[in-house]
């Protein structure tokens, strides 16, 4: 029952009241007032509900995690004592059902160290809302005496800081002030060392509309901007979300903040009454905006999400104004905080009030991301291929970095320097570099998804048995089965600590039992790989075995046997060799390079790209000569196009010129696969054209070099085919 627009974040108020009285504050200061009738602090009767309805609707949905956020008001109001029960009620019900991520937000005036046991004990996340510096902070976060917290949350954050606590800091929280001086603000939060900083947007409708001196459109993005800029010149040395999250968005990732990006809302909140509400930003709006009418005692989760007012915030584009609808950042803005979209006369079917802002931030970062410079990458097959080694290389560079000091990683690294600088093998370690599983196992190192050097000193055996050179290494092998990339697999007795050695050009293993294996002890021990050789030019490799070759949308094969094996390579053979009149290769034309390594999918998935390195198809075991060499043209083409936007900047994010590009390739793609279909390779021209003529009116400004050379290839091609 796991679905995308599930439930995962609760948002349980602990305590209704304040110590602090900020002046921005969305709960006391704004249209719904609703807090005044409400109970000062949770009882255990509506806590107990609250957990036990949540804990159910984790476990029907089958939830592998969930977070609760304590909050308020000021949830330490609640006191330690109390503190201790609500996370001992809120583990009790949820730890048996799923994962519980606990986490606070407080403003940390009354944080001690019986709180912090508290949280120490249940694993509690905390986030401390700041500021800034004195004077930032203090023109808003006063207590009700009008006096400063800033002294006080200080002290609450290096008690945060301490190695005892260290692990609990979550973060800080910023409302952005555009009075303040934006790198003032930052330094000053940044020096607290925080693991992540969030900058918030003051909450305003259109109705109630932020502050904003005159002749001044976007203010808020220009002080966001100020800020990204000197945190890119200090090296992003912390995260901040806001930053990240627009980072990730505008190359295709997702948002990692309700206040950006279309992800479906999927928090709900319950209050001290045990009244359901949505989202607290909504008291900006009107008096009643959040609220629901269904409390935990009466309703469940399950029918709280189907309030209209929750599916509303689920809908994702379809759930924006039409403004937005036609933007090309929607991706990265998602419209704004839906509360920010207010307004008395079209409610919220509006753009964000902070919608100049937002276009223009996001604009903003996606100028500076963007490499406008010329890659010679977009001028021929072994110019790309080039570019994916030097990308490599330096990938390398990075994990070595990465892992300096571990015997493994760093006896791994001198093999590969030894062997980079050898007379004579560099070019070997190239062909390892471009071996298109080699790239997807060097992304699985540099995002963690892989912890031993494993796969990368198998690697370096291969290069040495290429090259004929020495090499001696040793590590741990998590599987009886230890392939060589580009050669074939060695099977052992089993997992273990193995040293493998190479001599002019053969390869020993021996185990932790002191047996010694190597390919020539024949098909018991060792398979290589199937190598089929084309008159047409160099050999296809069909890789069935690489443990890292399932990075395709569709099942791979196990190991054929050798039946199946040799009628799939007769078959991938015969395609390459039709005569012309059957091979429609115009469409290869555009330096596109061809494949040189097959890996076997499952029956009748047809013809597929993965996630891995340029070189490498998915290929139906079953499929047939024809049908291959059909969609041959389409596959490498939009291989060559992955790879090129790997390599380099086609165009600045958040426009439509890189959709354009695609449209363009993938369209030109079909109209030489349908070369025996004049119908519907007419077609494929005619939306070839189409995207062509949009992308020739767009400004310049949205396509780099790069993508401007690539655009006038597509072109010459279009007309190629128009004779």
Request: proline share 7%; charged share 25%.
């Amino acid at each position: 029952m796991n679905s995308d627009a599930s439930l995962r974040q609760l948002i349980l108020k602990v305590h209704s009241r304040c110590d602090l009285a900020c002046d921005h504050c969305y709960v006391y200061e704004h249209a719904d007032q609703s807090w005044k009738g409400r109970p000062t602090f949770i009882s255990g009767e509506t806590l107990g509900m609250a957990a036990h309805r949540f804990a159910a609707y984790a476990e029907a949905h089958e939830l592998p995690t969930v977070s609760v956020i304590l909050l308020g008001g000021e949830p330490l109001l609640v006191g330690p004592t109390r503190m201790r029960s609500i996370c001992a009620e809120l583990t009790r019900a949820l730890s048996p059902v799923t994962a519980l991520d606990l986490r606070i937000h407080t403003n940390g005036v009354r944080l001690n160290t019986r709180h912090l046991d508290v949280f120490r004990e249940f694993d509690v996340k905390v986030s401390v809302s700041l500021d800034g510096d004195r004077a930032a902070n203090d023109r808003h976060r006063l207590d009700r005496g009008r006096r400063s917290s800033y002294d006080r949350v200080l002290r609450a954050i290096d008690l945060l800081r301490t190695p005892e606590y260290q692990h609990l800091y979550s973060g800080l929280l910023c409302t952005v002030d555009i009075a303040n001086d934006p790198v003032a603000v930052h330094d000053a939060l940044a020096a607290l060392e925080p693991p992540r900083i969030d900058y918030l947007l003051p909450h305003s409708t259109w109705d109630t509309p932020p502050p904003r001196p005159p002749n001044a459109p976007t203010a808020y993005a220009d002080w966001l901007l100020r800020i990204f800029d000197h945190w890119d010149r200090q090296g992003r040395t912390v995260p901040v979300r806001t930053f990240e999250s627009v980072l990730s968005t505008l190359r295709g990732g997702p948002s990692s903040t309700e206040s950006l990006g279309l992800a479906p809302s999927d928090l709900a909140v319950v209050e001290t009454d045990g009244s359901f509400e949505q989202a607290d930003s909504l008291k900006v709006a009107y008096e009643g905006a959040p609220a629901t009418g269904y409390d935990v005692f009466r309703h469940s989760f399950e029918e709280f999400a189907r309030h209209p007012g929750v599916r509303a915030r689920q809908l994702g584009i379809d759930g924006v104004s039409d403004t937005c609808r036609r933007c090309p950042v929607v991706a990265s803005c998602g419209g704004g905080l839906y509360a920010h979209r207010y307004s008395g006369e079209r409610g919220f079917d509006n753009p964000s009030v902070f919608c100049a802002d937002l276009r223009a931030f996001v604009d903003g970062v996606a100028e500076r991301i963007t490499e406008h410079a010329l890659s010679p990458a977009v001028f021929s097959a072994e110019e790309l291929r080039f570019a994916q080694v030097e990308s490599d290389r330096h990938t390398l560079s990075l994990i070595a970095a990465r892992h300096t000091g571990e015997p493994d990683w760093d006896e791994v690294w001198q093999a590969l320097l030894d062997l980079d600088g050898a007379q004579g093998t560099a070019p070997y370690l190239d062909v390892i570099l471009t071996h298109p599983y080699l790239h997807t196992a060097l992304k699985h190192f540099l995002h963690g998804r892989a912890t031993t050097p494993a796969y990368l000193a198998a690697a370096v055996v291969a290069v040495a048995v290429r090259a004929r050179a020495a090499v001696r290494l040793s590590w741990d092998q998590s599987a009886p089965e230890l392939h060589l990339p580009t050669l074939g697999t060695l099977t052992l007795p089993g997992p273990g600590r193995v040293e493998a050695s190479v001599t002019a050009g053969r390869a020993r293993v021996r185990t932790e039992g002191g047996e010694v294996y190597t390919p020539e002890d024949g098909p018991a021990a060792w398979r290589p790989l199937r190598r089929v050789d084309l008159a047409t030019g160099a050999p296809l490799v069909v890789d069935d075995a690489d443990p890292l070759r399932d990075c395709y949308p569709a099942p791979v094969t196990p190991p054929l046997d050798p039946t199946d094996l040799a009628r799939f390579s007769e078959r991938l053979r015969t395609a390459y060799e039709m005569p012309t009149e059957r091979a429609p290769h115009g469409g290869l034309r555009v330096d596109a390079p061809l494949p040189t390594t097959i890996t076997p999918l499952a029956p009748g998935t047809g013809v597929r790209l993965g996630a891995h390195g340029l070189g490498a198809l998915g290929v139906a075991v079953d499929i047939e000569s024809e049908e291959f060499i059909r969609e041959l043209p389409r596959a490498a083409r939009l291989a060559r196009l992955t790879a090129l936007r790997e390599a380099a900047d086609l165009n600045v994010p958040g426009n439509r010129a890189g959709q354009l590009l695609d449209e363009a390739s993938a369209e030109l793609g079909n109209a030489s696969s349908w070369a025996g279909a004049p119908d519907a390779r007419a077609r494929a021209l005619e939306r070839a054209g189409r995207a062509l003529a949009e992308l020739a009116a767009a400004p310049e400004h949205e396509l780099t070099r790069t993508g401007a050379v690539l655009a006038e290839q597509l072109r010459a091609e279009w007309k190629r085919h128009h004779g």
